[in-house]
């Protein structure tokens, strides 16, 4: 009980820029902002915002939203890091515990996704592994932004990114080439990411990418929504200190715009 009530007494005070642990959380945030406006330069995929918005107590605290690409690069990560120990709570997308028939589902992408992994070379711990990691190890609250993800997904919509899945892993051998000569297509400054921006203002789209935009992209307004909601509902009642959410890089304007209607935010900083 003793060993209890001490993790307790820590965990209350953590918020309190008076106490040890509120005064290195106010020294990361400092050095934080210094540390992205060093590098907004940098060719990254990666998206922060952070603001300043009143609790339903009326007390100020920081809500950060940060953007990842689910796959980082060794720069991203330390990035992403370091904004994570800068914050005391986080809220993070998707589901605590996944059905299982999803895990199965998962697997179908495993070759693709590999293949991506390792021909941009983006093998480092995302942001929300990171996040997991650092709030256990430091007792601090994290929560999940969704329900089951099967729920927010149609049977056609599963069928969609199944047949995806099946057809971007055989066409792996051709897609590490590809990715090997063109760059990532995630990073400002390659061959890739100049040929994707063009498409996407011309907006023509293969099949296989009209399937794969239903499949994961369709209901994309009602996740950024429960994200929104679920968001509010843990910044007004977590009083543990300052909170960090953290999404796919695409969620993120969603969120804020949905956000916004909620709650009143002031933007602090965005970054790059």
């Known amino acids: 009980m003793k060993i209890y009530k001490e993790i307790i007494d820590f965990l209350s005070c953590m918020g309190n820029s008076s106490s040890p642990e509120g005064k290195i959380i106010n020294l990361q945030k400092e050095y934080l902002h210094l540390y992205l406006n060093e590098r907004r330069d940098y060719p990254l995929a990666i998206r922060y915002k952070e603001f300043q918005a009143r609790d339903e107590d009326g007390l100020e605290k920081r809500l950060g939203i940060l ?41 179908a992408f495993a070759p693709a996704l590999l293949t991506y992994a390792f021909a941009t070379e983006r093998t480092a711990p995302p942001a929300n592994s990171l996040a997991k990691k650092y709030a256990s190890s430091h007792f601090y609250p994290k929560f999940s932004l969704e329900d089951h993800d099967s729920s927010l997904f149609s049977f056609s919509q599963y069928s969609a990114m199944l047949l995806v899945a099946v057809v971007a892993s055989v066409m792996s051998p051709y897609t590490f080439y590809s990715l090997k000569k063109h760059g ?83 933007e602090v900083l965005s970054y790059p």
Request: a positive charge; glycine letters at 6%; aromatic letters at 8%.
């Open 184 to 266: 990532d297509p995630l990073l400002p400054g390659t061959p890739a990411y100049e040929k994707s921006m063009q498409k996407k203002k011309s907006g023509k789209k293969s099949i296989l990418e009209r399937i794969s935009d239903y499949g994961t992209h369709q209901n994309f307004p009602q996740r950024d929504q429960r994200m929104a909601d679920r968001t509010q509902e843990i910044f007004q009642q977590e009083k543990s200190g300052d909170l960090l959410v953290i999404v796919g890089k695409n969620h993120l304007d969603g969120v804020v715009e949905n956000l916004s209607q909620r709650i009143s935010l002031k």
């Open 67 to 107: 953007g990842e690409a689910h796959f980082a690069t060794n720069m991203e990560s330390i990035i992403a890091e370091k904004i994570i120990h800068s914050y005391t709570a986080f809220a993070i997308e998707g589901a605590t515990k996944m059905p299982n028939f999803f895990k199965f589902f998962s697997l």
